[in-house]
């Protein structure tokens, strides 16, 4: 089961959490704080594996974003790289060549699609295409109700 | 209505939206903690309006703040606010804010539960699927409680949307509220075979990640696990089922033999790296399983290894190190198939990343032999001249000493290249590990006798050198060394060639600079030192040379006699002022020599670490028990003097037991040389002990004495390439006389062994000294344990549940219905709640009224079955302990009602058993594999929905039943007196059989004419037999508690003689403890509450608490007894060992559909 996936700049600037275990608002700083500085500290072309504590971290660097999560000590690392890689090309797909700035703007939506991919932190659906068809989904029922709130009624 | 909206959108127009607040946040970097509480200001202002766009907004603005770190908590309530707003937008934004905010101790949460419930139940999938995302984030044990029968509703909804997310999080569901989990598991279970890939494959993530955790309760589902294995095309999917094969394997060696072929099939044909690590892990984990004895799946450890080989040599590194993990784990179980890559190993040392470093760092540490030692510890040593990080110097430095010590020194054939190695080793500068290497340093100059004077020889010149180590700082971790030199210089004084030079070098002003405790200790070999100098020069006409020293003592030690340190103040006075006496004397011309060397007789020995800890309490010492009379607190203590009173009495007996045990003690004794003599590493009195090798054709190979001329004076030059050379030479030299002799055999026998002249191995290497290694001191007795421990809070271990017993009524779920009737109070609640669980809670009263229930029922069997001698002592093993006995009653009870049990538990071992014939194993490999498995499989559920009704009523109460009950109870009573037929009938094919499954035998009546009892130890006057079978029973409802095992013994008397006074006692584990009764301490014997006269045997029970069952145990016990003849009797002991596998934990129960 993964514990927690963050997203952070090379500055080591949160850009999402996801914390599939409640943890107290303290210990979740820590935890952010220690992966930036482990994360950002690793060298180039080195292997993207850690031991935490108990925890397996696995990261991946993509443009200027660090993807990193946290795995029990028997979960399989690479399955992992293929999670975070999966969630990248959802993003990718779903903004249309993602970048960082995207993810800032757009913050819950990018919760919203990691929602739709992770729940508890299991994988929920492999299929790419029915996670873009339920985000979408979603999405238009927003659009709609969002449309109708700010379409001036003078 | 329309001026509302209106109004609202005005309010919008002016509102910062999230995109705002961010470009704002951008914008304001120099003084973004101001802006920010602007902004925050903004909000509650924002949080004030009536309008739900508006709050919407607000609390989406807040779940970005709350992720740059700023306390949100106080806007909990507004997130629940727009979490019950009835549009999807807002829904939307406030589940994900409370799944950002939420966790444990957010109040507001309890406030939840009816719109969370509403959201469930919702006609649109998506308001349900965000409600359940949600909710997978910030789950409570109440919200698990109250949702838990909604969301197994849910799992099966019509849409797959909303079955996949449901199932997810059943999981969180079940981690908070055990309870759950059986009621929910047979629709999770059918969620396996669900038609959308979707819903099946969150279901094989749940199971896998529960079975993980407790795979005992899911091997029953390993043929459907099977059967998914072999016919998913799924990755994903695959790697789960594959992990969770992984988990089940130790319990089930015959699943792992089924395993591997799909498995190699696996390996064979996949292109996916993640699958194929996967598999490698998994037929790693079926052939640790499989360790002992199978030497046709050699084969799959070498695919294994040739696999990990390619990763390994793959330019990517994440594929590197896992090869490297995965290899270390071969290691462990096949050292010899790893062993050959050693060339790869060394190569990943020149790695740039250092995690991969690392782990081909603790690759090495298995891979060392006595040949190789050498050469790899010379490339340890360049690379820690190479390294730059400190932490990863000291990293190497901690591996090379690992290695070199590891198992008892076992792989050094040369101990003066070892301690030229640890010298090296000093010249790190800044390392922390000083101590360690001086540790070394003093464990083997104290162990290995003959490296005495080249240790000593060593330390010296370190001593000499001092100012080198001590050169930059005082903090310097590796002044530690000079602690063990200065130790060793002189405890082993009479191996110097100058000891005048050492002592001088000791006391040196310089050294005043150094730690309080190496000063120390400088203090007090200095004056070992000065009398091996004095004893040098007794009996020299001129006693200048004597005086000169005791001089120099006088000069120097004032220094330390000053010194802040207390230890070595103290030490310094007391030795100065013994010199000044000494000094005195020499003027007189008396001998003191020989008095002074007396001050430092005698030999140290080394002590185990833990030698204190094995210390066995004595037998008749109490340490709970008071000395003295405690201190009386109350009036109602009055008592206590009586007991103290009472205890005295088994003192007489105790002095007694002193004759008897003075007999024992000189057996021991004897049994204790007897094991000195066979061990190869203890130091015998006489001096000739030498290294025996047992091997054929080594005894006649000469050792090779070196002249060890090197100068070794030198300090900044390593040496110990040196003896990498020598040690070559020699082994060339060896090489060679073997083969003259060799040859000189081979003409007398012909070309008969030709195959063994291959490369050399472990064995012909002698080792270039006569070597002892003095093993550490033990207390006698000392019984080794194993330490583990499990971490009593893992939130799993409530989940280790019987999934396959019938369901109770009172286990069904919560469904809501009236407030009011819910919650009654929740003492209450909890009581109906146990009730109708029977045998997991049960009220306090309950229990008792049955305790009396079955007692009555005992005494009226008792009256029944007087006849019976031997069947009268068990009724008095019932009575001297009573809740035992009751216990493992009710572990029976549990054990045996429903019937199904031996039909499910076959089930499974048919398909097991199926593997092994060959035809099967052809269906395996043909692509309708799954076919033969399905038929088996399927065949099962079928089978049962009208059996478990059997075992239904036993759920419900009622007093009908009870009575039935009894009855039944009675039964197996009986069974159990046939079944003990059995076993006096078998007892002599007994050990030869080891049924897997528990129980089946005890339940058919036909049985089979085989016992499942094995030999336990056996001695010439007394046999002891183990059953197989040990039944657990969960005895308390609470699932954090520990579990009982109940272990029957056969005691059979085998001599002509009468035994009696049998004492049965176990050293307990952490993780099994034998139960005593109330008041014994724990190391007190249990009395076996039988006697035996010859020929006879009886059974008796004995229970064990087990913490964990996922650890197979063995424990060491003895039994004590007096044999009883017609001239004497004598006192007799039987050591045996307790097997507890993981398997014996099982007890075989049907699967509820």
Not at chain 2, 529 to 540: C, I, M, P, S
Not at chain 2, 569 to 583: F, G, P, T
Not at chain 2, 647 to 662: G, I, L, N, Q, Y
Not at chain 2, 685 to 712: F, M, N, T, W
Request: hydrophobic share 35%; with cysteine; charged share 30%.
């Amino acid at each position: 089961m993964m514990h927690f996936l963050l997203l952070f700049s090379r500055q080591g600037k949160l850009r999402l959490q996801k914390w599939f275990l409640p943890l107290p608002e303290r210990e979740r700083k820590k935890i952010v704080k220690d992966m930036t500085t482990m994360v950002l500290s690793r060298k180039p072309r080195t292997c993207n594996f850690l031991h935490w504590k108990d925890l397996k971290i696995v990261y991946k660097r993509y443009a200027s974003l660090y993807f990193c999560c946290a795995l029990e000590n028997k979960d399989n690392e690479l399955l992992a790289l293929e999670i975070l890689h999966r969630y990248v090309e959802l993003l990718d797909k779903y903004f249309g060549n993602v970048c960082e700035l995207d993810i800032i703007f757009n913050f819950e939506k990018a919760y919203f699609i990691l929602d739709e991919f992770l729940m508890g932190g299991e994988i929920q659906e492999t299929s790419k295409q029915s996670i873009a068809k339920s985000v979408e989904a979603s999405d238009m029922l927003q659009e709609t109700m969002e449309e109708y709130m700010s379409k001036p009624a003078f | 209505m329309a001026l509302k909206i209106v109004k609202g959108s005005i309010d919008r127009m002016f509102d910062k939206n999230l995109q705002d607040l961010v470009r704002g946040i951008r914008n304001h970097k120099e003084d973004e903690a101001k802006y920010i509480s602007t902004c925050i200001d903004e909000i509650k202002q924002e949080l004030k309006q009536d309008n739900i766009a508006v709050k919407a907004n607000a609390v989406c603005k807040l779940t970005y703040l709350q992720m740059l770190g700023y306390d949100v908590s106080w806007a909990a309530f507004n997130i629940v606010e727009v979490m019950s707003s009835s549009k999807f937008t807002y829904k939307r934004i406030g589940y994900l804010a409370a799944s950002q905010c939420f966790h444990e101790g957010t109040d507001v949460i309890m406030l939840t539960t009816n719109q969370i419930r509403k959201d469930l139940s919702s006609p649109h999938q998506y308001d349900t699927g965000v409600a359940l995302t949600g909710l997978s984030c910030f789950v409570t044990p109440d919200l698990a409680r109250d949702l838990a029968n909604d969301i197994m509703t849910l799992m099966s909804h019509t849409k797959p949307y909303i079955r996949k997310k449901a199932v997810l999080i059943m999981y969180k569901v079940f981690l908070k509220y055990p309870e759950s989990l059986r009621p929910a598991f047979p629709r999770l279970k059918e969620k396996l075979e669900d038609p959308d890939p979707g819903v099946q494959s969150a279901a094989v993530n749940v199971i896998c990640e529960l079975a993980r955790r407790n795979p005992k309760n899911y091997l029953s589902l390993a043929p459907l696990f099977f059967k998914l294995m072999t016919s998913s095309t799924n990755n994903w999917v695959l790697i789960k089922i594959i992990k969770l094969f992984g988990a089940l394997t130790p319990l089930e060696p015959r699943l792992g033999k089924k395993l591997i072929e799909p498995l190699t099939n696996l390996i064979h044909s996949t292109s996916a790296m993640s699958l194929l690590y996967e598999c490698v892990n998994t037929v790693i984990a079926v052939l640790i399983s499989l360790s002992s004895g199978m030497p046709n799946h050699s084969a799959s450890i070498q695919l294994c290894v040739q696999k990990l080989r390619i990763l390994i040599e793959d330019s990517d590194q994440n594929l590197k190190y896992l090869g490297l993990l995965a290899m270390s784990k071969i290691l462990k179980t096949h050292p010899k198939s790893v062993q050959s890559h050693k060339d790869l190993i060394l190569q990943c040392l020149d790695d740039k990343d250092e995690s991969i470093r690392l782990r081909a760092l603790d690759l090495l540490y298995g891979m060392v032999s006595k040949k190789n030692l050498m050469e790899i510890v010379k490339k340890l040593m360049l690379h820690v001249d190479k390294a730059e990080g400190t932490t990863y110097r000291d990293e190497l430095l901690t591996k090379i000493i690992d290695i070199c010590s590891q198992s008892n020194y076992q792989y050094i054939t040369n101990f003066e290249w070892y301690i030229s190695i640890l010298v090296e080793l000093t010249r790190l500068e800044g390392t922390r590990h000083g101590h360690l290497i001086a540790s070394q340093m003093l464990d083997v100059a104290i162990r290995v006798k003959a490296i005495r004077g080249f240790a000593v020889a060593q330390m010296a010149t370190l001593l000499d050198n001092a100012h080198l180590l001590t050169g930059n700082t005082q903090r310097n971790g590796i002044c530690e060394v000079l602690y063990a030199a200065a130790w060793i210089c002189g405890e082993f004084s009479e191996h110097l060639e100058d000891p005048m030079q050492t002592l001088e070098a000791m006391l040196r002003p310089k050294v005043a600079t150094l730690p309080g405790h190496i000063q120390a200790v400088y203090v007090q070999n200095a004056a070992k030192l000065f009398a091996t100098v004095l004893r040098k020069h007794e009996g020299e006409t001129d006693s200048h040379a004597a005086q000169e020293t005791s001089q120099l003592l006088i000069d120097r030690l004032p220094l330390f006699v000053q010194s802040a340190n207390l230890e070595v103040q103290e030490r310094a006075s007391c030795i100065l002022q013994l010199v000044k006496y000494i000094q005195k004397l020499q003027q007189k011309k008396v001998e003191v020599a020989e008095e002074v060397t007396a001050l430092f007789a005698g030999e140290l020995n080394p002590v185990a670490p833990k030698a204190q800890k094995k210390v066995p309490v004595p037998e008749g010492l109490d340490l709970d028990a008071w000395i003295n009379k405690p201190p009386s607190e109350s009036e109602s203590e009055d008592e206590k003097p009586k007991a103290v009173f009472a205890k005295e009495e088994p003192k007489h007996s105790r002095s007694r037991h002193t004759e008897v045990d003075e007999k024992e003690l000189a057996r021991r004794r004897e049994a204790r040389k007897r094991e000195q003599a066979n061990n190869p590493f203890y130091i015998k009195a006489s001096p000739s002990s030498q290294k025996v090798y047992d091997a054929p054709g080594v005894e006649h190979i000469p050792v090779v004495q070196i002249d060890l001329s090197v100068p070794l004076k030198v300090p900044g030059m390593p040496m110990s390439d040196q003896y990498l050379k020598l040690e070559e030479e020699r082994r060339q030299k060896e090489k060679a006389e073997r083969k003259k002799e060799k040859k000189k055999k081979r003409e007398k026998r012909g070309k008969e062994r030709k195959a063994d002249s291959g490369p050399e191995s472990e064995e012909d290497i002698a080792p270039a000294h006569q070597v002892d290694i003095v093993t550490e001191e033990m207390p006698e007795n000392a019984l080794p344990s194993d330490d583990d421990d499990k971490d009593p809070n893992d939130p799993h271990k409530a989940l280790d549940i019987d999934l396959d017993k019938p369901l109770a009524d009172s286990e069904k779920l919560p469904v809501r219905t009236h407030r009011p009737e819910v919650l009654k109070s929740p003492a209450e609640d909890r009581v109906n709640e146990s009730i109708p669980q029977e045998t997991k809670k049960r009220s306090g009263k309950e229990k008792k009224e049955k305790k009396k229930g079955k007692e009555k029922d005992r005494k009226r069997s008792k009256e029944e079955k007087k006849k019976k001698k031997h069947k009268e002592v068990e009724e008095e093993l019932l009575e001297s302990h009573p809740e035992e006995a009751v216990q493992s009653e009710e572990t029976k009870e549990a054990a045996t009602p429903p019937t199904s049990t031996s039909a499910e538990a076959s089930e499974l071992d048919f398909w097991l058993c199926s593997a092994p014939v060959p035809p099967a194993a052809q269906e395996e490999t043909a692509p309708s594999s799954a076919a033969a498995v399905d038929t088996s499989s399927a065949a099962a559920p079928e089978s049962e929905p009208d059996e478990p009704k059997d075992a239904e009523p036993e759920d419900t109460k009622s007093s009908k039943h009870k009575k039935k009950k009894q009855k039944k109870e009675k039964e197996e009573k009986e069974k159990k007196k046939k079944k003990r037929h059995h076993h006096h009938h078998h007892h002599s094919n007994a050990g030869g059989e080891d049924s897997v499954q528990n129980g089946t035998v005890e339940e058919e009546e036909p049985l089979p004419p085989m016992s499942n009892y094995f030999l336990l130890a056996e001695n010439s006057y007394i046999k002891m037999m183990k059953e197989d079978a040990d039944q657990v029973y969960d005895i308390q409802g609470n699932h954090q508690d520990e579990s009982k095992v109940v272990v029957s013994v056969i005691f059979e008397n085998k001599s002509d003689s009468f035994l009696k006074s049998m004492e049965f006692n176990v050293l307990d584990s952490l993780n099994s403890k034998l139960q005593r009764p109330e008041g014994a301490g724990a190391h007190d014997s249990l009395t076996v509450p039988f006697q035996l006269p010859p020929g006879i045997s009886n059974e008796a029970h004995f229970v064990f608490s087990v913490q964990s069952i996922v650890m197979p145990q063995k424990l060491k016990g003895t039994l004590t007894f007096i044999v009883k003849s017609d001239e004497s009797s004598t006192h007799e002991k039987l050591d045996f060992k307790l097997h507890f596998t993981c398997t014996s934990y099982l007890i075989t129960t049907p699967c509820y559909l």
